[in-house]
């Protein structure tokens, strides 16, 4: 009884070690192939979302480019002496705060560019423009340089939400020890 | 039975073990294989997912630099001295309504047509006549009569000569220039 009792304990015993160490040993396969698939999926999952944000990375756009160009003649209604002042002028005005015919040059200024985004980027649900970011600012001196930094802002003008891709230029002209800067941002459906 | 005889059978037995080890290994090999199937399908698929995209931003990139020579193209057009007040990216209203329906300009201009609009809050299109000038907004400027053209348009400065108090100065506004160029057929 005790001979056989043993031989069944031997036998019982080698198939149970052999048992867990087989299932050790595909357990330590599982995770191992759990791993790589979870470092391949955060992979993936990155390269993804690098894909999709280059989408809406800001593009310089030429046809921004050239509205900005062409919206620094655009003659306002703004009269200092007998001839109309253009959107640069009045600028300059706007910044050194002095006023346009008894009326605040950059409440003009704001006028005037809120009017000609309207007539040119309108905005509604079946324009594939959703918003515009104008950004009217004056700016002293330049990053790396010695010296203070200036930066003024002089008109903020937004419409609409940004969904779907950006795009924008930017557009300046000297003005004193600066640069006055115009900077448009639109997004497209 | 004999003892000996029963060793011989034991290493008979033996002997016998040995296929069952290397099937184990055969088994071994066939997961490896299989694995190794896995992962090249699984790369390959990646591969191809990876250039479809790349392929894609391609095409798109091809067409941004099509355009953006058109563009191009459209601004040349309205910096020559037929159109041009004197600055760049700056069109003279006057002179478009000398240089509407010119027919000695037909082989010049490099497009198939070319309009100039004002941008104004104005829905209805008026065409500039020298009757209804500067109360218009629509410059027919050239059309070779093409039909399957493709349009491109920038923004420009279209200024005129206008009259304050007997003062005479530059009005601007903001117009568009539409240049259309001929769809090249495929093939």
Redesign the interface.
Known sequence: MIKTKKKDNSRFDLKANKKIVKSKRSQNEIVGFVMIVVI?VII?LFLLAF?LRKDTVRTES??VE??L???????TSC?VD???L?IRELAKRCYEKKPCAEKDSCVLLNETFSE?LE??WKINSSRPVNYYNLNVYYREGQEGESGEIKNEEMLVLKQGNCTGAKTGAKEFFRHNMGDIFLELELCYK | MKLGQLKIQVQENHRFLMPRFSRQGQLKIQEMAFMLLAVVV?FAI?GMFFLV?MYNDLIGSANLLAK?KA??TA?NIANTPEFSCG????IDADKLLVMQNRQDYEDFWPVASIVVTK???DKEIIECTEKNYPYCNYFKVYDSGITNIEMV?????L?RKDK??E?I???????KVLVGFEKKQPG
């Not at chain 1, 160009?69 to 003659?75: F, G, I």
């Not at chain 2, 600055?87 to 700056?90: G, N």
């Open positions: 391949v993936g894909y030429q046809n050239n509205f160009k062409a919206s620094l003649s655009y003659t009269k007998i001839e109309p253009n000609l007539q040119t | 699984f990646a995209i953006e563009i191009s601004v600055e760049t990216l700056c941008v104004s809050r348009e920038t923004f420009v400065s200024c304050a108090n003062y100065y530059n009005k601007c506004e903001i117009g």
